[in-house]
Every structure is written in C-alpha cells, then in structure tokens.
C-alpha cells in the first residue's frame, strides 16, 4: 500500500461531518471488481509450477519457491535416528489437527500429535467471528450449501461443500460436549435461550455462531483440554515436520521429524498421516501483511507436494478486509469480522462508504483496494486504508464494543485508539489459503496413506471462503479425516521406508532448470531467525 | 552401438520384427546347425545372468548329453533390487529372446523350451503369450520342428515371482511343479534339469545376444566390446541424474557409465560407492571408477559384474541403511532350506535395522564381522553369500558410517 492517499486528519473531518455516512451506490459489479483490484488477479506476482504433479499450475511467485524447492534432508540424514511408531501421526495442532487426533483414538488408534510450536499454539485460537452451521429454524443444509459455494463463485467441489454443511450441526453438538461455550439468546421471552445468531458476510440468513469475539480460543480451550485428557493421544511440541516417509510404492507412511529442543531428528512411521499444518500467511507472499499465525509457513503443502499430492486453487487466497492498517508494528493484525455483520460501515478518505461491507471477502477487499488505489484512501505515518467507523456503531448500539468486541477493544487500545471515539484504518491482509490439497470427501489425498484437514485441504471452498466456514472446516473435516485414516491405515513394515522420492524429485529440479540450494519447509518466517539448518544437522557435524 | 536395445528390436509384431532383419540368425542356424556353437565360443558370449560363464560351453553340455528329451529354460524370473533389464527384453523386445532360444534349441537337439517370467513384471506375461503364439504359427517354427525332426514345444510358465526361483535350479524346481528351492551341484542343469532331462538355462539377454551372435557373426560381436566381446544392459539407478536401461559396450568405465551415459551425480553429491549386480557383490567405491566393467575385469578387483544393475550411491545416501534394506531383501528372500541362511540373514538384518533405526550397539560391530565369517559359502546357492558379501564388503569400506550410526544412537528407553 504505497499509493498516496487522504491525509489522516482531513479524512477523520469528512468522517464525521458525513457520519453515518450513506449505503455505497455500487458502480462496478462485484466481478469486476475482484478482477481488478484482487491481489489473486495480480499476474506480475505468479509463476507456473515446473515440477511436480501439478507443474503448469500458477500460484503466487513466493509459493512456487517453496514448493519447487529442495529437501533438508538426505537420507544419511536417517541412518541411526531415533524409530518412532504410531498407528496414526497427525501433523499440526490447531483446531483440525487435534479434533483429528481425538477422532482417530476414539476409534482405536495409537495417535501421535506433533507441532513445531506448542498445542493450541496457531491461527484457530485467532479466529474471532464464529462457526458457520445451520441450526437456524428460518436456515437449511441447501442455504449453507448454496451460500458456500455462490461465496466461493462455484468453484468449490459440490460434494466437498455437501459433505462440510451437512455434518454442521452435529459439529457444533460434538463441540457442545467437548465442553465449548456459546453465546446463546433469549428473544422467545419464554426463559428459554437459543444459540445467538449473526449473519455473516456473503450469506442470506444468520447462521454464525460465536463465543464473543474469541470464538476460535474457546474452541480451542475445549479441544486442548480434551485431547490432552484423551488416553491414547501422544502430543509432542516443538517437533517439526521436514519430510514425509514413502515406500516403494509410493504410500505415505509416516514423516521425519526435528525435535527443536534437543535439536536432533527422529523419524516416526505411521500407518496414515493426516497434515493439518493450516496455511501459507506468514510466507508473506506478494510482500502482503498477514493476520496469521507466526507458523503459518505452507509446510504441509510443500511437504504434500513433494511426495506427489495433487494440488488446487493454490493461486487463491483470502485477503480479510479489515487487518489493521495503522500503526506499523501492528499492520496486518485481525478485526474481526463481526464487527461489519454487527453493523460497523467502512468509509474512504472522503467520508463516503464504497462498499456493501457484507458482501463477500475477496469482493470487499478487492473494493478496499480500489479506494486505495484511486488515492481515496486515508494515509497515516505513510501507510494507507480505510476507515472502519467503530464510533458510529457504538453511538448506535451502546455497549457493543464492550460486550462483542473485546478483542477489538484490545487491540485499539494497543495502537492507543478509543474505538468509542476515533475510527481505526484498516486495509487487506493476508487471511487465508483457499486451496490447498486436494482431498475427497474423507479428506484423502491422491497419495495413499495422506490425509488433510482444515485450511492446508483444497476445493471446499473454491475461490473464496465464507466467513465462519474456516473453523466449521476444521471440525468436519478433522473427524472425517480421523475416522478415515483409522479405515485406511496400513502397517507401515515395509522394506524400503524411507525418503527414496526426493531422488526423482531432485532429478526434476535439475531438468527443470531450479536451484537445489533452495529448501524447504522454512517452518517459521525469516524473520524469525529459526537457523533451522544449523538445528537439522547440528548432530551430523557433531559426530564427525 | 544398440543391439539388444535398437529400435528394430522394440516391437511386439513379429513380422516386423523379421522385416527389421530379425530370423536371420535362425535362418544360418537352420542352414549350418553344426556352427552355431563354435560361432559362440568365437563371439565370446558369457552369460549374463550374473556368473559370466561361457555360453558355448553350457549349450556344448546340453548338446552332447544323450537323452530323448532336452529342454531349454529361458530364465527371466530377475526379482533383485536395481535390476530391470529382463523386464524391458521380455516386454519390449520379445522376438530377439525367443529366436534366440530357437538357435539353443537347433544347437543342443531339445525338445522343448520354457519362457520363464516373473509375473510381478507388469505386462509382461499378455505381450509375451501373443509373442509365442505368433512364433507358433509362422512358417520358420515349423522349419525349426522339421529340422529337429522329433515332438518339440514352445511355452511360457509363470515363475513364482520369488528370488530364489531364478536360480538355477530353483528355476528348473518350478518349473517342475515345485517351490522353487534350489539345490545342490552337481549334479548341473545340463545332466539333470526339467523332468530330470538334460536342460540348458540361459538368462534372456544371454539367448538375445546369441540371435545377434548368430546373425552378424562371432567377428562383429566381438568389435562391439571395448575390453571384452558385446555390448551389456546396464540397469542404472540410484543417485544419478539419468537412471535407467543403458546398452554399452562391455568394458566401459564405471566413471563413463556414471557421467557420460547417466547424466552424472544427481544434485553434484560426491560419488560414493556402486551397489553392483544383485546387490549382492563387493562394493565399488571411489578407487574404482576407472576399472572397465566386464565379467573378468571387475572379478579382478574382487567384485562382479552380476547382472549389470548398477546401484549408485552418493554421499547423501547412507550405506548402513542401503545394506539394511538389501540384507533385509535376501532375509526376505531365503528360501529357509538351509540353517546359516535362513536363521544367518535374519540376524544380520536384525542388527542392520536396528543400527539403522537408532538403536544400535558397540559390539554390534563385531557380531556383523562374526557373522560374515560364519555364512560365507554356508548354503545351497549363492543367496547367503550375496547378502554375506555386500555386508563384509561395506563394513570395510565404510565402517566409519557403522560407527557413527552406533555412535549417534539412542541409548534411552
């Protein structure tokens, strides 16, 4: 967001003179819209994939590096590393990846749990609007159905979205017995209280459900307690998955792992794995600010993709509308959701609203960067975006900041913002990865023995995802993905275990011209400074 | 120069296989059946199955042992690890091998032949019925029956797929409706085979070179070599950049096989060492890559040529866990019959693995040094010696990897 736009001061002046300001009038259809302005729609940031079982295939420059890239390890690597087993190995410990996990030991499997960070410790806990499912008596299967995938413009696979809206309900019920709260209502005046509604962005009825505006901690709250509880769960934090295990015949069985605390690898052989590494944000791609998670770094893709999983829609992804714009060290930062289906406007550096802001994401996002472009935006400290009209809202619903959108609150006040006085700037961030994956309705990769949940899987959402859908994802999919890795689960006894793909995968490197010095998964940002080659072969150069 | 495989060869049609040129070493077979076995023993053919044993000398058994009926075996069962040449001859290139096995039969006097292929090839058992069928029907079987003059049959058999069922006499055993277990030689193939008949077994590339042999000459065979006569399948994988089938003339380098004709190390990784023929014979390591590939040459610096599979290594492949997974194939593959082998492999894959998996121990070293002295030569056929021989020859040139993998290990429970 370089473009020039409004000065600070004489936006806030034009806000409050017009405030409330009017409904947009709507210029330019929404597909227009997205064609131009969307960061998806940006050629000059894609390349085709050369390598790999979907070479020809475009997605975002920074993408390609990461999946064209080379392996950390060698298979010396392996030679008197420490053999682990575990009848299903689930990789990721988010929402998807633990609702997986206690799934599949439910149903009588030796599960291990890994994540390179800690339990709980990922983007579910920041997901703040709520969970999409029908349980309205004014809602049905076929409006989320419909919803869906319209919200996805139709290219979401049908099946996918069928099998996501029909297990809704009893994904929230499984929920309510996990122990997670929601925020419940008592219009019917009769004492008794239902589950609160709200309508989300892009849909025809009220169907998200939330906890407040931390919907996805309480989530997670429930999930850590239960699967930490569950007998036959093995979590294990801070190891990190860099490569996946095949045999000969090209199953998935099993991944090798680093164990960053004590810095040496371990493989672990499995008779399924299920990725649930979540999505790519924290790559940055196109120089983006991101709302994600710090190990959002698109490592279950790179590693999927290596062992020759089909991929789709990767050129996809959700830019939420309103990150925080202002000040920097917060840019990128997440306001939810609902405070637009609460009844928040955006307005540009003119006073003036541009956008039904509860239209689709990818078509809000696309209008927020058209303001900006255009020079109506609102510039601050040299970064730009849009104004999100808290103080409106407020003066016309009392108590909603207080009550709804303590998280927003929060971060407000971070920035040293009163939102009951003072709009905050706000413009797209990096929010999620529509593709991934390709899965079937068991979350069954291409690959034998590999399974996805949650945001690293494909085609659920087509091109764009609706709001509350990503944590509905991860339940639905997380137990199917359980259930069908106990069904399918081999004997990982082969005689070749081992890493034996990179050979061909390195020969079609070379013969595609692409470096080998470059590897992957990078596992967290640069930023972060992991140095997580010297950690992989710390024990290697030790011994010699 | 393509031989074996040329492009002429490449085609399941026979007529296009005899209007490539192909018949005309069954047509000088027909006419001068008393050459052909001299016209081997000029060529110099050996066998390719992996012993090198001189063709001519095998078919001149067959041919002077008296008996009413003799059989030719045609053994295509290959099952090794790295090996895929037999697979490609059987499947893209029928006609070469199976005129090849006509000549051995006008030259020994047989009254039979089995095609005998692994059925785990895939596709190779449908093209390789309708290549029999179309030889049964053409006008030079018939002259091939008229001029043996006695009952005389072609067939294909389905071997069990096991590796012990291409030795030799674990051939002939199913062959005979049995498991395939090998046995004891004496007495040979030659004087007791199928149905207790004196039986020729030749590898399939031995039987299609001898078509060639047999059509431009003993002279011409031998100028395609470099160090020794003909050109050799080479079954190259591994850590190399073009893995793959590799017709060469017999007594290229190592070092050319690996940089000329495979593309070089894959990734720019060290050459480390060469898994030969089985695997199932001494490594070949960095002091070897100039030494001339053939049957003689290699013997002479205490390895083998085997089958021509050529198993490379680079430094990013760890040779504990690639003698891991070759001991552990031969374990898999014992047939049991004889104690040292069936127990012997077992161990030592045991102690491999559990190097290789982190929980190896000091004196494991030692047991694996005890233990090669003790299985060496120890059973009927050469598969203890095989797995024996890539142990001992690894434990010597890269000992240090075994005691960094021990070294490394987790001692914790």
């Known amino acids: 967001m370089t473009a020039m736009g409004v000065d600070h001061a004489t936006a806030l002046r034009s806000w409050s003179a017009r405030a409330p300001a009017p409904p947009a009038t709507g210029d330019l259809p929404p597909a227009e819209l997205v064609r131009h302005f969307h960061p998806d729609h940006q050629a000059d940031h894609q390349s085709e994939l050369r390598v790999g079982a979907c070479a020809g295939m475009r997605c975002p420059s920074g993408l390609a590096d990461l999946l064209q890239a080379n392996a950390h390890i060698d298979d010396v690597d392996l030679a008197g590393i420490r053999n682990l087993h575990a009848d299903v190995l689930v990789l990721g410990g988010g929402a998807a990846g633990v609702v997986a996990a206690l799934t599949a030991a439910r149903d009588g499997a030796a599960v291990m749990l890994a994540t390179k960070l800690r339990l709980g410790d990922g983007n579910t806990v920041m997901a703040e609007g709520g969970i999409q499912a029908a349980v309205g008596a004014d809602d049905s299967l076929q409006q989320h159905f419909d919803d869906t995938l319209a919200g996805g413009h139709a290219t979401a696979d049908p099946e996918l979205v069928a099998a996501l809206v029909s297990d809704g309900p009893a ?5 309510m017995a996990e122990g997670m709260a929601f925020d419940q209502q008592n219009d019917q005046g009769d004492g008794a209280s239902t589950l609160r509604r709200l309508r989300p962005g892009g849909t025809t009825v009220a169907r998200l459900l939330s906890y407040r505006d931390f919907t996805g901690l309480e989530m997670m709250r429930a999930l850590r307690e239960a699967v930490l509880l569950q007998p036959g769960v093995e979590v294990r934090e801070r190891y990190a998955a860099l490569e996946l295990l095949t045999d000969p015949h090209g199953r998935c069985v099993g991944a090798v792992l680093l164990d960053l605390e004590r810095e040496r690898l371990v493989q672990v052989r499995a008779g399924a794995v299920i990725l649930a590494t979540g999505g790519a944000g924290r790559t940055h791609l196109g120089g983006n600010a991101t709302s994600n998670h710090y190990g959002a770094t698109a490592d279950g893709l790179v590693l999927a993709y290596r062992v020759g999983a089909c991929l789709r829609e990767i050129d996809s992804f959700q830019y939420h509308p309103t990150g925080l714009a202002w000040p920097r060290h917060l840019r990128g930062l997440l306001i939810t959701e609902a405070v637009r289906a609460l009844g928040a406007r955006l307005v540009n550096g003119d006073g003036a609203r541009f956008i039904d802001e509860l239209a689709p994401r990818d078509v809000v996002a696309a209008a927020i960067l058209r303001e900006i472009d255009a020079g109506r935006g609102v510039e601050r400290d040299g970064l730009t975006g849009v104004l999100l009209d808290t103080p409106t809202l407020e003066r016309e619903r009392p108590g909603v900041l207080q009550n709804h959108l303590i998280t927003l609150v929060r971060l407000a006040r971070k920035a040293g913002i009163d939102p009951a006085s003072e709009p905050l700037l706000i413009a797209p961030t990096l929010h999620y990865q529509n593709g991934g994956v390709a899965v079937d309705t068991n979350g069954q990769s291409s690959i034998p023995g590999l399974l996805c949940a949650g945001e690293i899987a494909g085609g659920i959402h087509g091109r764009n995802r609706l709001m509350g859908n990503a944590l509905l994802e991860t339940v639905v999919y997380g137990r199917r993905a359980g259930k069908a890795a106990v069904t399918t689960m081999r004997n990982p006894s082969g005689r070749a275990v081992g890493i034996t793909h990179l050979g061909d995968w390195q020969r079609g490197l070379i013969h595609a011209g692409l470096p080998l010095d470059r590897r992957a998964p990078v596992l967290f940002p640069a930023y972060g400074h992991a140095d997580i080659e010297r950690r992989i072969h710390a024990r290697r150069k030790s011994a010699l | 120069m393509k031989v074996l495989t040329h492009t002429s060869a490449r085609t399941p049609d026979l007529a296009a296989w005899l209007a490539a040129g192909g018949g005309e070493g069954l047509q000088h077979a027909l006419t001068e059946t008393a050459a052909i076995i001299p016209a081997l023993a000029d060529a110099g053919l050996r066998g390719m199955g992996g012993a090198g044993f001189p063709a001519a000398t095998k078919w001149q058994a067959v041919a002077d042992a008296d008996a009413d009926e003799k059989w030719i075996l045609c053994n295509g069962n290959e099952d090794e690890p790295g090996t895929f040449k037999d697979h490609f001859l059987l499947t893209q290139t029928p006609h070469q091998v199976i005129e090849g096995a006509l000549i051995a039969a006008l030259a020994t006097g047989a009254t039979g032949i089995v095609v005998y292929a692994n059925p785990h090839a895939g596709g190779t058992i449908s093209g390789l019925e309708d290549a029999v069928e179309q030889w049964r029907r053409h006008p030079l079987f018939d002259r091939v029956r008229a001029h043996l003059d006695q009952p005389f049959e072609l067939t294909v058999q389905l071997s069990s797929g096991l590796y012990v069922g291409g030795e030799e006499t674990g051939a002939i055993a199913a062959v005979n409706g049995g498991f395939p277990f090998p046995r004891e030689k004496p007495p040979w193939p030659a004087q007791d085979g199928i149905h207790g008949q004196p039986t020729l077994v030749n590898n399939v590339e031995t039987l299609a070179l001898a078509t060639h042999v047999l059509r431009h000459g003993a002279d011409w065979f031998r100028q395609l070599g470099n160090t020794a006569p003909g050109t050799k399948l080479f079954s190259l994988s591994g850590d190399i950049l073009r893995p ?29 060492a060469v898994f030969t023929g089985g695997p199932s014979n001494t490594l070949l390591t960095a002091s070897d890559l100039d030494v001339a590939l053939d049957f003689d040459s290699l013997r002479a610096r205490g390895s083998r040529l085997g089958t021509g599979a050529m198993i490379v290594v680079g430094a990013g492949t760890s040779i504990v866990r690639k003698t891991a997974e070759y001991v552990t194939f031969f374990a898999d593959s014992s047939c049991g019959q004889c104690p040292p082998c069936k127990i012997g492999t077992h161990q030592v894959a045991r102690i491999l693995q559990r190097i290789d998996q982190g929980w190896g121990q000091p004196d494991d070293l030692e047991a694996l040094d ?12 050469g598969l203890v010696d095989g797995a024996a021989t890539v ?22 429970p």
């Open chain 1, 171 to 175: 994904a929230i019920r499984w929920l």
């Open chain 2, 244 to 272: 793959g089938l590799h017709e060469l003339p017999m007594g290229t380098s190592l070092r050319a096989l690996i940089e000329d004709h495979g593309g070089g190390m894959l990734a720019g990784t060290p050459f480390k």
């Open chain 2, 391 to 412: 142990l001992a020859s690894s434990l010597r040139a890269f000992r240090t990897e075994y005691e960094q993998a021990i070294g490394n290990a987790n001692r914790l």
């Open chain 2, 370 to 381: 005890n233990l090669v002295e003790l299985l060496l030569g120890s059973g009927r056929c």
